[in-house]
C-alpha cells in the first residue's frame, strides 16, 4: 500500500506538492500502511494532518463519564505542559528546580494525609495509581519478609488481603510479585471490605491489607477505621500486627476537602503508606501518582536506590526510569493555584452535581441508587426487579449513540449476576452540562420503556469500568 502513497507523490512536482490543498495531497487522498512502516518521506503538514484526523475518531473526552482520569485543565495548565513537555523527571541532575517541585509536592500531601512526623517520612512521584500500589506493596512484602526472615521463618507463602472490589492493579501486583491475593468476597450487606470475618483472611503469612477510597465500581469508600480496629482485635487474639495500604486513586483527593472528620489517613496508627492518582481527583492530565509514607521504616531501606544529585544523595524509588516531568509542575501549579480552598471548591462542586444527578436518576422510576456520589463524586444504579424490553447495557449503547459514555458492566465475583451502570463525575461537568445528560437519560429510558420487544443482542456485553 505503500506504493500507492509513492506513485502518486512522484506524479507530482516539488512545487506542486508544497502548495496543494492540504487534502488533495498523496497521504490523505491515498491509503496509507496501517502496519507496517512507509518506506519514504511525507510532508510534516500531511502527517500532522493525517494523525490529527484520526483522533478526532475518539470520543469526546469530555462526555466520558466512565473515565476517573482528568479531561479538563485550564489554559495556564496546557502552556505549562506545552513549555516542559521535555522534562525527563528522572533527570534530577539535569531538571534540579523539576526535582525540588516534585518533593514539595509529595511533602505537601504528607502533610495533607496527616503523616505524624514530616522529617520522618519518604515519597515519590509515579506514573499513576497503579505504579504507586505496586510501590506500596512491594513495601509491605519486603517488610514482611525482613521480619520472617529474621525470626528464622518461612518466607515462601506471602499473601495479602483485598475486597473482590478492588481495582485490578492489586490483581496484577500479586500475579507479578507472587503474593496470593486473598479475595474477600462483596455481597449486598457488604458491598465494600469492611472487616467483617476478616479473622478468616489474616494469618502469620500475610503482609497487609488494602483498604479502598473509593471503591472503582460504586465510589463507596472502605472504612480504613474500622478495618483498622479490627486488625486490633485479630492482634490481640493472634498477636498478629497487619498493616494497611490505603489505595486512595479518587478518595485521598477528595476526603481532605469534603470530608475532614473522615478518619482514615496516617492518623490511623495501621496505615502504612497511602496512594492516590495525581491525573485523577488530583485534577492533573495522565501520568502522575503518588505514594507516600508513614516514616522510613516502613519503607524498607533494601527497596530505595541512591542516585547522585547536585553533589548530595537523592533516595528514589519507583518502577520507570525515565518518565515525563511536565505532570508534576503541573500538579504543583494545581496545588499553587487551588490550595485547600480550591481543591474543596471543585470536589464539593462534583459531588454537588453527582448527588444532584444521582438523586434526580432515582425518580426516573426504574432504578434503585447502590451509591448516591456524596464520597467521591461517583455513583452507580441497578434496574429495580421486573420484566422489561431492556437492560442496563441498551441504555448505556443509547446514550454511547448521542456520545455520553456511561458504562454498564456486572458487580465482582459473587455478586456478577448483578449489573450496574455508573456515572463519574469530573471537574468539566458542569451542572448545566448534567442537566442536558439528564434530559438524554430521560428520553431514553422513555424510548426504551415504550419498545414492544426486546432489542435482540448477540452476545452478552461488558463494559470496562475500572
Ligand atoms: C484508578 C484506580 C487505580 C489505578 O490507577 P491509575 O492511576 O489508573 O494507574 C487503582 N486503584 C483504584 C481504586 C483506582 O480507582
Not at 511536565?326 to 470536589?347: C, D, H, I, N, T
Request: with cysteine.
Amino acid at each position: 500500500m505503500s506504493e500507492t502513497y509513492r506513485n502518486a507523490a512522484e506524479q507530482q512536482s516539488d512545487a506542486q506538492l508544497e502548495i496543494s490543498p492540504v487534502f488533495a495531497r498523496p497521504g490523505e487522498a491515498t491509503s496509507l500502511p496501517k502496519f507496517k512502516m512507509p518506506d519514504g518521506m511525507m510532508s510534516g503538514d500531511t502527517a500532522y494532518q493525517i494523525v490529527h484526523d484520526e483522533a478526532m475518531l475518539d470520543g469526546n473526552s469530555r462526555l466520558n463519564l466512565a473515565t476517573f482520569v482528568s479531561t479538563w485543565m485550564d489554559d495556564n495548565a496546557q502552556k505549562i505542559y506545552a513549555e516542559t513537555a521535555d522534562k525527563n523527571m528522572i533527570d534530577k541532575d539535569e531538571y534540579p528546580a523539576t526535582a525540588a517541585i516534585e518533593d514539595r509536592c509529595w511533602r505537601m500531601l504528607a502533610d495533607l494525609w496527616n503523616v505524624p512526623d514530616a522529617n520522618d517520612t519518604i515519597g515519590t512521584s509515579t506514573v499513576g495509581s497503579s505504579e504507586a500500589c505496586m510501590l506500596g506493596g512491594l513495601a509491605l512484602k519486603r517488610l514482611w519478609q525482613e521480619k520472617r526472615k529474621e525470626e528464622g521463618k518461612s518466607t515462601e507463602k506471602p499473601n495479602l488481603i483485598l475486597s473482590a472490589g478492588v481495582q485490578v492493579v492489586w490483581e496484577k501486583f500479586c500475579n507479578y510479585w507472587d503474593v496470593e491475593a486473598r479475595y474477600v468476597p462483596v455481597t449486598e450487606d457488604h458491598l465494600v471490605l469492611d472487616g467483617f470475618e476478616l479473622e478468616k483472611y489474616v494469618d502469620e503469612n500475610t503482609i497487609g491489607v488494602v483498604a479502598i477510597l473509593g471503591q472503582t465500581y460504586t465510589g463507596l469508600y472502605e472504612p480504613v477505621k474500622q478495618i483498622s480496629e479490627k486488625l486490633d482485635e485479630i492482634q490481640k487474639d493472634t498477636g498478629l500486627d497487619v498493616k494497611i495500604h490505603v489505595d486512595g486513586a479518587s478518595g485521598a483527593m477528595v476526603a481532605p476537602f469534603c470530608q475532614p472528620d473522615l478518619e482514615w489517613d496516617f492518623k490511623v496508627d495501621r496505615v502504612n503508606s497511602i496512594s492516590t492518582s495525581g491525573h485523577k481527583y488530583g485534577l492533573v492530565y495522565p501520568g502522575v501518582g503518588w505514594v507516600i509514607w508513614r516514616n522510613k521504616a516502613v519503607c524498607p531501606e533494601s527497596l530505595i536506590f541512591h542516585v547522585s544529585y547536585l553533589g548530595g544523595d537523592m533516595p528514589t524509588l519507583a518502577l520507570n526510569f525515565s518518565r515525563p516531568g511536565a505532570q508534576v509542575l503541573l500538579q504543583y501549579y494545581q496545588f499553587l493555584r487551588l490550595g485547600r480552598e480550591g481543591y474543596r471548591a471543585v470536589q464539593q462542586g462534583s459531588i454537588d452535581v453527582a448527588t444532584y444527578l444521582s438523586s434526580e436518576i432515582e425518580k426516573l422510576g426504574p432504578f434503585t441508587l447502590v451509591s448516591r456520589g456524596d464520597t467521591i463524586p461517583v455513583f452507580a444504579w441497578k434496574l429495580k426487579e421486573g420484566k422489561r424490553n431492556w437492560d442496563l447495557y441498551d441504555l448505556a449503547d443509547r446514550l454511547r449513540m448521542r456520545g455520553w459514555q456511561v458504562p454498564a458492566y456486572p458487580m465482582p465475583d459473587d455478586m456478577a449476576d448483578l449489573v450496574v451502570q455508573r456515572i463519574v463525575v469530573r471537574l468539566g461537568l458542569s451542572r448545566d452540562l448534567a442537566g442536558l445528560l439528564l434530559d438524554a437519560i430521560k428520553e431514553e429510558v422513555d424510548f426504551l420503556e415504550n419498545l414492544a420487544a426486546p432489542i435482540p443482542r448477540e452476545k452478552p456485553r461488558t463494559n470496562f469500568a475500572h
